[in-house]
Every structure is written in C-alpha cells, then in structure tokens.
C-alpha cells in the first residue's frame, strides 16, 4: 500500500540556519505530494505541493522538488527563522480517484533565536 | 477564507460515555475527514466521507462511527469512550476540483 517515511525529529536550529527534512514515498504510479505544516495550538495547513514529477513546489521561503526516479519530496528552507518552529508533515495522494492523504510521522522543528 | 470549525478545543469525558464530536465547514465542500492525532503516529484516518448520508472507514474506524446528516457537518461518535481514545481529534475537509484538504483546530479529548 501507500507510505509515508519522514525523518524522526525533533529538529533543533539556530535562526538563519538551513533546514533539511527528508520524505520518501511508496506508491503506484504519480501521486501528489504535500507538506502541511502545524504550528502550536493550531490544525494543519497546507505548505506547498506538487502534483508531477521535476514539479517544484514553494511558498514562505520553503521549497520541494518531486522526485520520481528517488521517490523523495524533501522539504528546504536556506533560512530558518523562530516563527517556522512547527510539526511538518509530508503527505501523498494517490493517482487516480481517491481524496485519502497519507501522512508520515511529523517532524517536530524547533527553531532558536 | 476556507473556515474548518471543531465545536470543543478541549473535551474531558469518562470510561463509557457516549461523545459527540462536531465539525463544520463553510465552503460547501464534499468532502470531510476526521483524523486522530498520536505522539509518534502521526494522522491517522479514522472515517472520510463523499457526500451527504455517505460514509466509509478509513484506516482506524473501530470505536467509532460518524454522521453526515447536512453537507456542512460531519459528526465523530465515539459510542463508549475509552482511555485508549485519549488523542487530539482533527477534522477536514476538500474538494474534489482541489487537492488540498483544510483542517480544523483540533479537539484535545481526554477520557479518564
């Protein structure tokens, strides 16, 4: 079936350093791909996604590239800053009907000044 | 502005109690999810529904059961809470013409 595999956190940067969060997928065909960020106290909301391969999905500075040939969607961002410290979860909907997300385990960052 | 509504942010409720969990949305999507959140698990699936009257499990369903009596709202049942249904309890919903599914704030149910 689908998967999601993100990297454990928790995450611990200083402000202004690069963020790296790897995601890797399993599933048939060409799914879209999502990242969906949490901040505390609150519901998840949608960061960025891309719906094809070699797509490059981006917003607030943060970026992802599907990659079909590596199954990966890893999330970047050049600069961190104390505002993005949040749970990041990486998330595929499968090609071709269903409306279901899967979701990995969240990666919990945590950002100091 | 999409506006995913939860009626509780915190819930706390007794071993054996029926609990009612509500969510409402506002842009007339068909589609409305109900998720529970774990240290570690990440979201898990717990039922989704397509349309008014109609349901299906997701990945969790037992324990639980739902209601979609009017498109706008979709209710997480929990016939006889238990300890092990300790969790935080996130609604969503989308349409089909988008990928993005929009998610409430979340209620924190705590049974003792």
């Known amino acids: 079936g689908n998967s999601v595999t993100q990297m454990e956190g928790p995450v611990t940067l200083s402000e202004e350093a690069f963020l790296t969060i790897n995601c890797t997928y399993t599933?048939?065909?060409?799914?879209?791909l999502f990242w969906y960020v949490q901040y505390p106290g609150e519901g998840l909301q949608l960061l960025l996604k891309a719906t094809k391969a070699d797509d490059k999905g981006s917003n607030k500075g943060f970026e992802a590239t599907y990659r079909k040939e590596t199954t990966s969607f890893h999330l970047e961002k050049g600069s961190v800053q104390v505002s993005d410290s949040a749970v990041y979860f990486c998330?595929?909907?499968?090609?071709?009907?269903?409306?279901?997300?899967?979701f990995g385990k969240g990666t919990k960052l945590t950002v100091n000044p | 502005d999409v506006k995913v509504t939860q009626s509780s942010r915190y819930l706390v409720k007794r071993t054996g109690e029926k609990v009612f969990l509500e969510c409402v949305q506002d842009?007339?999507?068909?589609?409305m999810f109900w998720y529970r959140q774990d240290p570690g698990l990440g979201l898990r699936l717990i039922y989704f529904?397509?349309?008014?009257?109609?349901?299906e499990k997701g990945d969790i369903p037992e324990g639980y059961s739902v209601s979609r009596e009017k498109k706008e709202r979709f209710s997480l049942i929990l016939e006889s809470a238990s300890t092990n249904q300790t969790s935080m309890y996130l609604c969503?919903?989308?349409?089909?013409?988008?990928?993005?599914?929009?998610f409430g704030p979340g209620t924190r149910l705590t049974v003792l």
């Open positions: 969503a919903s989308s349409s089909p013409a988008e990928d993005t599914q929009y």
């Open positions: 842009m007339d999507h068909e589609n």
């Open positions: 998330a595929l909907r499968s090609q071709g009907g269903s409306e279901k997300l899967v």
């Open positions: 529904s397509y349309d008014v009257k109609m349901k």
């Open positions: 599933a048939t065909g060409y799914p879209s």
